[in-house]
């Protein structure tokens, strides 16, 4: 791969000032009884937080990992303390006059997420999942090349996040044969990450089980308990499965933890995430190490009204994976996949009968989704969902898009006040 000039001058703006001490820090932070016993357990411990200072507060030898997002960086944004890098790097870019507006605010944001995942990599020596900007979520080439940029600014430590489009599908396959590792993000249940997982072959999947939670509650169907708790179950047992047999090497993150308790109730899945906010009420719950057991098998009943059809919502769609999709994915791979266009993959699925699947979602309802943020109203999809026409899990997948969109959109409008300051 050919390295721009401009590439190289980006490379040596965030990796300035950069002194990582590769294997040299984890004896500096402490260890703790209750993260050691959910290691034993066989999960990977992770912060889902870009904030060093609350970082501080809680990380231990056992955490491995710290997870950045759009929503989470904008908020570092947002207090100004990377204006001046914002001038440093406008600067820089004000030579290439062939750049469009849109291109020197991806670059930016390159810029930014790369800068702020090398200080967390400097102060915990941990890994990172950094974030491609939200323009990028259906494009292919050009996400592989900015994933490939981040990879080689820190490749001892930088997970690249993707998200699940049908872009983000044929990006990570491309990247993940190259050996970068890719955390595809924006999953929500059992059959997404099976698909992901045979298709793509990335290093994570993930279900953002808060979410499935939160959308139960808000749209009134009940107290939201363990749905995602079980989505997120039904997702491991799935990727279990699949490298038992040889099929991915993924791990399963679980993702958007709300509290304390889910994280006990998860205890053994590969990965947690866990909010800093989560992480600290778990330790407020004071268990004792023997109190704390691998909940990888339970069957969590999902805490929906009794009056409530699982069915009328497509509740089915975040624990269960059917034959139609098992047999649509099984004739996937026997095709060329690496001439396969975004347009291609949705078609396919479609003439496949998996049409909820990969949606191909029209104008009117991404201007819904967007309006709506993270939590969709039920109201304005129970139609699509009754028909079958598209599946929960992709409508929360279509929703978590647009709220990490929203959240770029404030961390552009940042850059852009800089610019004109």
């Not at 904008?74 to 914002?86: A, F, H, M, S, V």
Request: charged share 25%; glycine share 6%.
């Amino acid at each position: 791969m050919k390295v721009t000039d401009l590439e190289q001058q980006v490379f040596a703006l965030v990796r300035k000032d950069f002194w990582p001490k590769f294997g040299k820090l984890k004896e500096t932070f402490p260890q703790h009884p209750v993260w050691q016993r959910l290691k034993a357990l066989g999960s990977e411990l992770w912060l889902d937080s870009g904030s060093i200072d609350d970082c501080k507060k809680l990380y231990t030898q056992e955490f491995s990992a710290l997870t950045t997002n759009n929503t989470l960086l904008n908020k570092e944004i947002q207090t100004g303390r990377y204006d001046e890098l914002i001038r440093e790097a406008v600067k820089l870019l004000s030579a290439y006059l062939q750049l469009t507006e849109k291109q020197r605010i991806i670059e930016i944001a390159f810029i930014l997420n790369a800068y702020h995942a090398l200080r967390l990599v400097e102060q915990f020596d941990c890994f990172v999942s950094v974030e491609e900007h939200t323009d990028l979520a259906g494009e292919v080439d050009l996400a592989v090349d900015y994933a490939r940029r981040y990879f080689a600014i820190c490749p001892e430590r930088f997970i690249v996040k993707i998200p699940f489009t049908p872009a983000g599908l044929l990006t990570t396959r491309r990247l993940s044969k190259e050996g970068i590792p890719i955390n595809h993000t924006l999953g929500f249940g059992a059959r997404q990450n099976y698909a992901i997982a045979r298709i793509a072959q990335p290093r994570y999947v993930n279900v953002f089980l808060g979410r499935l939670n939160s959308f139960v509650v808000d749209n009134n169907l009940g107290d939201g308990a363990y749905i995602g708790e079980k989505a997120t179950l039904a997702s491991q047992a799935a990727i279990r499965k699949l490298r038992s047999e040889g099929r991915t090497s993924a791990k399963q993150i679980g993702a958007s933890f709300r509290s304390g308790g889910q994280v006990r109730d998860l205890a053994g899945i590969d990965v947690m995430t866990m909010p800093p906010k989560a992480a600290g009420e778990f330790l407020a719950m004071n268990l004792k190490p023997d109190e704390i057991t691998d909940k990888t098998e339970p069957i969590y009943k999902p805490g929906i009204n009794k009056d409530l059809d699982p069915a009328k919502i497509r509740l089915e769609t975040l624990w269960d994976i059917n034959s139609e999709l098992i047999e649509c994915v099984d004739a996937l791979e026997k095709e060329n996949l690496d001439s396969f266009t975004p347009d291609d993959l949705i078609g396919f699925f479609g003439e496949h009968g998996c049409g909820d699947f990969l949606v191909k979602w029209s104008s009117s309802e991404t201007t819904i989704s967007k309006k709506e943020g993270k939590i969709p109203r039920l109201e304005n999809w129970e139609d699509a969902l009754a028909e079958k026409a598209i599946g929960l899990d992709s409508l929360m997948n279509l929703a978590g898009l647009y709220s990490f969109a929203t959240d770029q959109g404030a961390m552009d409008s940042r850059v852009r006040q800089v610019l004109s300051s």
